[in-house]
């Protein structure tokens, strides 16, 4: 339930950008820059970062992610850093962000085996 608890809180703009907040330090300010060099606000990068990751990872990438965050001590926020790293490194959630920009947030739910699916 944590990835699925990641996508749904982070795919409001406020709370993402009150993610990254408390992420803070040198990390928030490279995500800072990053949104501002693609003329977006801190809450929409986090946002379509997010939801890139829900609509292009598969279940075993999820579940290698929740494995790697679920006993930290603040797993939201650790994979949430994750989801951003992966965000600056590649730049690839960008190359439809206008159709991304336009798509109202994701609703996201775990079925009876614990995969994600769209409402």
Known sequence: MVIVDLINSCSNDKV?????ASI???FAERVRAAAGD???SVGKY????????????D??????MRVRVVRDDQP???GLR????????????FLDSETMATTPPY?????????????
């Open 82 to 93: 994750e989801v951003l790293e992966a965000a600056l490194e590649r730049d690839l959630f």
């Open 24 to 26: 803070g330090g040198h």
């Open 38 to 40: 693609k003329g977006l």
């Open 16 to 20: 993402a950008q009150a993610a990254l």
């Open 76 to 78: 939201l926020l650790r």
């Open 107 to 119: 609703a996201f739910g775990a079925t009876r085996d614990n995969t994600l699916r769209y409402h």
């Open 46 to 57: 986090v946002v379509l970062a997010v939801r890139e990751f829900a609509s292009r990872t």
């Open 59 to 64: 279940k075993a990438t999820q579940e290698a």
